[in-house]
Antibody, heavy 119, light 107 residues
Framework: QVHLVQSGAEVKKPGASVRVSCKASGYTFTSFYMHWVRQAPGQGLEWMGVVNVRGGNSIYARKFQGRVTMTRDTSTTTVYLDLPTLTFEDTAVYYC????????????WGQGTQVIVSS | DIQMTQSPSSLSASVGDRVTITCRASQGITNFLAWYQQKPGKVPKLLIYSASTLQSGVPARFSGSGSGTDFTLTISSLQPEDVATYYCQKYNSAPFTFGPGTKVAIK
């Protein structure tokens, strides 16, 4: 069955960078786009962007354009989210989520990665 | 960008009650609308896509309707395990915006 397994929690200082990974298994990796969603403490879900796993290109939410990079490695069936120059406002749980089969709703989600930015 | 709103922001109902949550898009999105359930401390779960199609394994007490700009999620008979925050989401095109959420509690 489909599994999305994300990397572990991170604690970073302001100005540092973080890479979150999401390893996919149980399906044909290149057949489905992968999205990143974040959730700040006590807040709602915020769509960050999507990576075309087959072609490698990405589309970002306006808020994150120029700030984040989403990539994939087809040899390891892993997608990555890179966030440079972290601020306190980047403290959140970050989720990868797969585009659904026949629909672009998100049918499978990773377990989430907590990123805490603290001085 | 299209904005998504939800109402109410929270509600409290008794077990067995019929519960309705409304989602509105600032522009038409035909039926490219999904609903998610997020229980406290858990990962969001897809309930409904294409506005009214129940995801496999989701109890039949959940249903969705609507098209264009106005959508509804209905729980026909609220159960204790339905305590959660519910989010709508548009996915006709990027950005794949979520609504602000509706928190459902048991009275």
């Amino acid at each position: 069955q489909v599994h999305l397994v994300q990397s572990g929690a991170e604690v970073k200082k302001p100005g540092a960078s973080v890479r979150v990974s999401c390893k996919a298994s149980g399906y044909t990796f290149t057949s489905f786009y992968m999205h990143w969603v974040r959730q700040a403490p006590g807040q709602g879900l915020e769509w960050m962007g999507v990576v075309n796993v087959r072609g490698g290109n990405s589309i970002y939410a306006r808020k994150f354009q120029g700030r984040v990079t989403m990539t994939r490695d087809t040899s390891t069936t892993t997608v990555y989210l890179d966030l440079p120059t972290l601020t306190f406002e980047d403290t959140a749980v970050y989720y990868c989520a797969r585009d659904g089969e026949g629909t672009s709703s998100f049918d499978y989600w990773g377990q989430g990665t907590q990123v805490i930015v603290s001085s | 960008d299209i904005q998504m709103t939800q109402s109410p922001s929270s509600l409290s109902a008794s077990v067995g009650d019929r519960v309705t949550i409304t989602c509105r898009a600032s522009q038409g999105i035909t039926n490219f609308l999904a609903w998610y359930q997020q229980k406290p401390g858990k990962v969001p779960k897809l309930l409904i896509y294409s506005a009214s199609t129940l995801q496999s394994g989701v109890p039949a007490r959940f249903s969705g309707s609507g098209s264009g700009t106005d959508f509804t999620l209905t729980i026909s008979s609220l159960q204790p395990e339905d305590v959660a925050t519910y989010y709508c989401q548009k996915y006709n095109s990027a950005p794949f915006t979520f609504g602000p959420g509706t928190k459902v509690a048991i009275k």
